[in-house]
Protein backbone atom coordinates (compact mmCIF):
# COMPACT_ATOMS: atom_id res chain seq x y z
CA UNK A 1 0.00 0.00 0.00
CA UNK A 2 3.07 2.55 0.96
CA UNK A 3 4.69 1.48 -2.53
CA UNK A 4 1.35 2.53 -4.45
CA UNK A 5 0.45 6.11 -2.33
CA UNK A 6 5.05 6.53 -3.45
CA UNK A 7 4.16 6.03 -6.96
CA UNK A 8 0.86 8.34 -6.87
CA UNK A 9 3.06 11.17 -5.05
CA UNK A 10 6.13 11.06 -7.18
CA UNK A 11 3.53 10.96 -10.52
CA UNK A 12 1.74 13.85 -9.01
CA UNK A 13 4.85 15.75 -7.64
CA UNK A 14 6.79 15.06 -11.52
CA UNK A 15 3.52 16.53 -13.58
CA UNK A 16 3.56 19.76 -11.10
CA UNK A 17 7.65 20.26 -11.65
CA UNK A 18 6.21 20.15 -15.29
CA UNK A 19 3.47 22.34 -15.52
CA UNK A 20 5.20 24.92 -13.57
CA UNK A 21 8.06 24.69 -16.38
CA UNK A 22 5.71 25.53 -18.92
CA UNK A 23 3.67 27.84 -17.24
CA UNK A 24 6.37 29.52 -16.10
CA UNK A 25 7.20 32.55 -18.20
CA UNK A 26 10.73 32.55 -19.84
CA UNK A 27 12.55 35.73 -21.23
CA UNK A 28 14.91 35.80 -23.77
CA UNK A 29 16.38 38.85 -23.35
CA UNK A 30 18.68 39.10 -20.02
CA UNK A 31 19.44 43.01 -19.51
CA UNK A 32 21.88 44.16 -17.14
CA UNK A 33 19.48 46.04 -15.27
CA UNK A 34 17.51 42.92 -14.64
CA UNK A 35 20.75 40.83 -13.39
CA UNK A 36 21.61 43.68 -10.78
CA UNK A 37 20.33 43.84 -7.15
CA UNK A 38 17.34 45.49 -6.52
CA UNK A 39 18.10 48.21 -3.86
CA UNK A 40 14.92 50.39 -3.45
CA UNK A 41 15.18 51.52 -6.74
CA UNK A 42 19.13 52.94 -7.06
CA UNK A 43 22.39 51.41 -7.39
CA UNK A 44 24.29 49.89 -4.61
CA UNK A 45 27.59 52.40 -4.17
CA UNK A 46 28.86 49.44 -1.88
CA UNK A 47 29.46 46.44 -1.07
CA UNK A 48 26.42 44.47 0.85
CA UNK A 49 29.11 42.29 3.02
CA UNK A 50 29.16 43.38 6.56
CA UNK A 51 31.24 41.83 9.48
CA UNK A 52 29.49 40.86 12.14
CA UNK A 53 30.05 42.01 15.95
CA UNK A 54 31.90 40.38 18.78
CA UNK A 55 29.20 40.36 21.06
CA UNK A 56 26.38 38.84 18.53
CA UNK A 57 29.02 36.12 17.88
CA UNK A 58 29.80 35.74 21.75
CA UNK A 59 26.33 35.38 22.39
CA UNK A 60 25.23 33.27 20.03
CA UNK A 61 28.14 30.71 20.66
CA UNK A 62 27.31 30.32 24.17
CA UNK A 63 23.71 29.82 23.53
CA UNK A 64 24.90 27.30 20.76
CA UNK A 65 26.94 25.20 23.78
CA UNK A 66 24.40 25.81 25.94
CA UNK A 67 21.78 24.64 23.95
CA UNK A 68 23.68 21.30 23.12
CA UNK A 69 23.86 20.92 26.79
CA UNK A 70 20.43 20.55 27.74
CA UNK A 71 19.98 18.77 24.63
CA UNK A 72 22.42 16.50 26.01
CA UNK A 73 21.23 16.26 29.36
CA UNK A 74 17.31 16.04 28.96
CA UNK A 75 16.70 12.16 28.02
CA UNK A 76 19.15 12.30 31.59
CA UNK A 77 16.50 14.09 33.23
CA UNK A 78 13.54 11.92 32.08
CA UNK A 79 15.21 8.19 32.36
CA UNK A 80 16.02 9.48 36.19
CA UNK A 81 13.46 11.97 37.01
CA UNK A 82 12.41 9.35 40.12
CA UNK A 83 15.26 9.92 42.07
CA UNK A 84 16.39 13.42 41.30
CA UNK A 85 16.95 14.99 44.45
CA UNK A 86 19.48 12.53 45.13
CA UNK A 87 21.60 13.16 42.27
CA UNK A 88 21.45 16.12 42.51
CA UNK A 89 22.63 16.15 46.41
CA UNK A 90 25.74 14.35 45.15
CA UNK A 91 25.05 10.92 45.56
CA UNK A 92 26.51 10.22 42.14
CA UNK A 93 30.27 11.73 42.44
CA UNK A 94 29.87 13.03 38.71
CA UNK A 95 26.53 14.78 38.89
CA UNK A 96 28.39 17.63 41.72
CA UNK A 97 31.18 17.36 39.55
CA UNK A 98 29.43 18.31 36.59
CA UNK A 99 27.63 21.36 38.44
CA UNK A 100 30.87 22.39 39.91
CA UNK A 101 32.50 22.81 36.01
CA UNK A 102 29.45 24.69 34.94
CA UNK A 103 29.51 27.01 37.84
CA UNK A 104 32.96 27.76 36.87
CA UNK A 105 32.38 28.04 33.24
CA UNK A 106 29.73 30.26 33.90
CA UNK A 107 31.24 32.65 35.88
CA UNK A 108 34.16 32.17 33.61
CA UNK A 109 32.34 33.55 30.65
CA UNK A 110 30.49 36.20 32.40
CA UNK A 111 34.41 37.40 33.68
CA UNK A 112 35.67 37.40 30.41
CA UNK A 113 32.68 39.34 28.88
CA UNK A 114 33.32 42.16 31.50
CA UNK A 115 37.33 42.26 30.77
CA UNK A 116 36.16 42.52 27.36
CA UNK A 117 33.58 44.92 28.20
CA UNK A 118 30.99 43.17 25.73
CA UNK A 119 28.30 42.95 28.15
CA UNK A 120 27.04 46.91 28.34
Given at each position: ?????????????????????????????????????????????????????????????????????????????????????????????????????????????????????VVS
Open positions: MLMCWGGVVTSLVGVLMIVGYLVSKKSSSVSVEKLSPFECGFSPNSSARVSFSLHFFLVALIFIVFDVELLLLYPYVVNFSDNLSNKISGSNPFSSSDSFFEGWLFLGVVLWNIELK
